[in-house]
């Protein structure tokens, strides 16, 4: 079982706050929105992550545990 | 599929006359199956039953509603909207949902240069609704919608009053509403419309959920194209065997497609999947004049070089292979004398500001890339330092915007971008360095909505 992240794009208006507690992942394109560098969370950073979920002020970027189903 | 010869005495049995008499013959066997309904007997109900015999709900399921999901995955049919997903497959995981099924027809069409669907919803509506209702009964839906451009108050009217008819005959086992949706490129995307008819905006939502989990009143929905659904009543009638008797084995039966641009009799034809598109523009007379490429599958498509294009199967792995999209069977013919990158840049705007405005990089990334393009085409590629650099910088854009929105929106405008600077690298770096090519003095030939209003001050 694996972590992966993901972006709801249409919650996420770009306040960069993810970008800034998970760089390891999460860049951010030339307009402030996050590119996720890798979907899946290496173990190190899971708990980093989870603060980077906690810390979106639109509740845009998710953790989920991955079940290979979704694309 | 054995066909019950018609009782000579009496009134016929129920179970008689949801058999199809002898009469009824299936269309083809090839093409054109669909289009062969198109006139000759009188229209409405009337006519369409003495063609295709009455609506074999019942006689079909015979006490078991998922047989028409088997014939369906037998059939090997797939949707007609542009995704090309089994259609079988997707009724046999609507039907294992919990709860009442919904049943959505999409007839919205949001391509601008397709005009298949509304040939079948005015011409042919009770093909459309007979599969709507025989997927209703199959996935054991209590509701079904039709969905349609709501600007066309004609269509409107028209479908109301086929669904009328068909109301007053007793024939459909659930109600069917004929719903308009906002006329938006966006809106005929299938979550779009269950959005819609949730109570809120025809645009896209975030999924998971897709429809078929969670659509309509959170039950599991069932979105068809309205062209699938009119094959499904077809295959109900005549099996799946006969659809298999068109088509390739790994891309059965017959589809629609719309042939524009240059060539000798624009229109919609109906043909055997797997027929190459030079075949294609053939069926429509041939090029009118001497042409550079082919558009297939429309805005979400991709040009193709007319060398490369032409011994091309119409599949969706045929034209995948080839760097191409069926998407909904559209093909627009490209006249030598035009400019492709200046036709590519208006399609382009075009979808930029059909962006339903929901997804940053959509939002700020296919206005940029309308831009560039736009640069390219009519004004030479990047001023100044950047000079020299336009393609490039068309080329990150693509990177930087492609899957990053929550509908196909943005991935549709950078695959028709793509296309462009792989299917005409010469112009295109003929434009970057020396600007616009002669091409600009014919007018631009895609169409557009509005296209009369626009403001086209750099063509």
């Known amino acids: 079982m694996s972590l992966t992240l993901r972006v709801n794009p249409i919650a996420c208006v770009g306040h960069g706050m993810c970008a800034e507690l998970l760089p390891e992942v999460i860049e951010l394109d030339r307009w402030g929105y996050p590119i996720l560098t890798a979907r899946t969370v290496p173990r190190p950073l899971v708990d980093h992550a989870r603060r980077a979920v906690r810390a979106c002020p639109t509740l845009a970027l998710l953790l989920e545990q991955s079940t290979g189903k979704h694309r | 599929m054995a066909l019950a010869p018609r009782s000579p005495r009496g009134p016929r049995s129920p179970a ?42 019942r006689g079909l399921a015979r006490g078991r509603p998922g047989r028409l999901i088997d014939l369906a995955e037998a059939s090997g049919l797939t949707g007609r909207g542009g995704a090309g997903f089994p259609t079988g497959r997707k009724m046999r995981s609507v039907a294992a949902g919990s709860g009442s099924k919904v049943v959505v027809a999409n007839g919205a069409e949001g391509e601008p240069a397709s005009r298949k669907d509304r040939l079948l919803l005015t011409m042919l509506p009770h093909l459309v609704l007979d599969g709507i209702a025989l997927a209703a009964e199959a996935v ?21 009053r086929a669904v009328l008819e068909r109301q007053a005959a007793g024939l459909d086992p659930v109600q069917i509403e004929v719903v308009g949706l906002p006329h938006r490129y966006v809106s005929s995307e299938q979550s779009s419309i269950v959005q819609f008819l949730n109570g809120g905006p025809a645009v896209p939502t975030f999924s998971p959920p897709r429809p078929h989990e969670r659509g309509v009143n959170g039950n599991p929905t069932l979105v068809h194209n309205v062209e699938t659904l009119a094959h499904l009543a077809l295959i109900a009638r005549f099996g799946d065997r006969w659809f298999r008797r068109a088509g ?67 599949t969706h792995a045929g034209l995948k292979a080839a760097g191409g999209a069926l998407g909904a069977g559209i ?17 382009i705007r075009y979808l930029a500001e059909e962006t339903a405005g929901q997804c940053g990089p959509c939002v700020f990334g296919l206005p940029a890339l309308a831009d560039a393009l736009a640069q390219l085409a009519f004004s030479g590629g990047s001023p100044g330092q950047d000079r ?29 971008a793509r296309s ?34 626009r403001d086209w001050d750099f063509r």
């Open chain 2, 16 to 57: 008689e006359r949801n058999q199809a008499p002898a009469r009824f013959r299936p269309p083809g066997p090839r093409v054109p199956r669909l289009l062969a309904g198109i006139g000759g007997l009188p229209p409405g109900l009337e006519g369409h039953e003495l063609r295709y015999g009455p609506l074999p709900v």
């Open chain 2, 140 to 160: 054991g839906a209590s509701q079904a919608y039709l969905c349609v451009h709501g600007t066309e108050d004609n269509l409107l009217h028209h479908l109301d």
């Open chain 2, 248 to 314: 390739l084995p790994s891309a059965p039966g017959t589809t629609l497609v719309t042939v524009s641009g240059a060539v000798r009799n624009p229109g919609v034809y109906e043909i055997e999947l797997g027929t190459s598109a030079g075949q294609v523009v053939a069926l429509a007379d041939g090029p009118s004049e001497p042409l550079q490429a082919l558009l297939i599958g429309g805005y979400f498509g991709a040009w193709l070089p007319v060398s490369a294009a032409w011994p091309v199967p119409m």
């Open chain 2, 331 to 347: 093909v627009i013919a490209l006249p030598a004398s035009c400019c492709p990158i200046a036709e590519t840049a208006r399609v």
């Open chain 2, 388 to 416: 020299g650099r336009s393609l490039a910088e068309i080329a990150g854009l693509i990177r930087v915007v492609e899957g990053r929105g929550a509908c196909r929106h943005p991935d549709g405008a950078t695959q028709l």
């Open chain 2, 420 to 453: 462009m600077l792989r299917a005409f690298p010469a112009d295109s770096h003929r434009h970057e360095r020396q600007g616009p090519c002669h091409g600009l003095a014919r007018p631009p030939l895609l169409p557009l909505p509005g296209d009369e209003e």
